[in-house]
């Protein structure tokens, strides 16, 4: 081998070491221009990680607030409820004492009206009774006056008779027929007073 192409090996050598240098000095860079990116990425991952975990925190806090404060609506709403229902149920059971008072009062009264009513129709049926016992007696008093009248009338026929006929004891006559006038007035006076 020639002076010339050892010259020319050594120089293919030292630019192919060179070259090799070059890729490893480039190789060095990407790697570490990698290892800096993979670093920024990794730093970005962890960072939004912690957001994210800050955000999932938040949310969970949010969360058990929104929960707490329906478990406490709710538990307003059912003492609301539960109050509301017990006026009802109080309420209802005042109109239901007072609905059974007034009914109970409604059936005194009903009864004791209908007791006044059997007194008056008992009452209505004695003063029927006693009134048409008071008419039979008066329709008789009325027949026995009637027949003392006529019979009266009759004696006084007899006496103006007696006074026209016989014309003597023109006196006698005449007391008898007043004793007879007093008689009747007397008998009729005390029918009447019966009738009465």
């Known amino acids: 081998m020639t ?3 050892i010259e020319k090996l050594m120089q293919f050598i030292l630019d192919q070491q060179s070259k090799s240098l070059q890729l490893q000095a480039e190789s060095d860079k990407r790697r570490e221009e990698f290892e800096v990116s993979t670093k920024n990425k990794m730093d970005f ?4 990680q912690a957001k994210s975990a800050e955000v999932r925190e938040e949310f969970e806090i949010s969360t058990k ?3 707490d404060f329906v478990l406490e609506q709710q538990a307003k709403f059912e003492i609301s409820t539960k109050n509301k229902m017990d006026f009802v149920l109080e309420q209802q059971a005042k109109f239901e004492i007072s609905t059974k008072n007034k009914m109970d009062f409604i059936l005194e009264q009903q009864a004791k009206h209908e007791i ?3 007194d008056l129709r008992a009452k209505g049926e004695e003063s029927t009774k006693n009134l048409k016992e008071a008419v039979a007696s008066l329709n008789k008093s009325i027949e026995k006056v009637s027949a003392q009248a006529e019979q009266g009338r009759h004696e006084m026929r007899e006496a ?8 003597e004891d023109i006196r006698n006559i005449t007391k008898q027929l007043t004793m007879a006038v007093i008689g009747i007035n007397k008998r009729v006076k005390k029918l009447e007073h019966k009738a009465t």
């Open 45 to 48: 991952i962890l960072e939004q």
């Open 3 to 5: 002076q010339e192409q």
């Open 65 to 67: 607030n929104k929960m």
């Open 116 to 118: 006044e009513i059997q």
């Open 160 to 167: 103006v008779e007696a006074l026209i006929s016989n014309g």
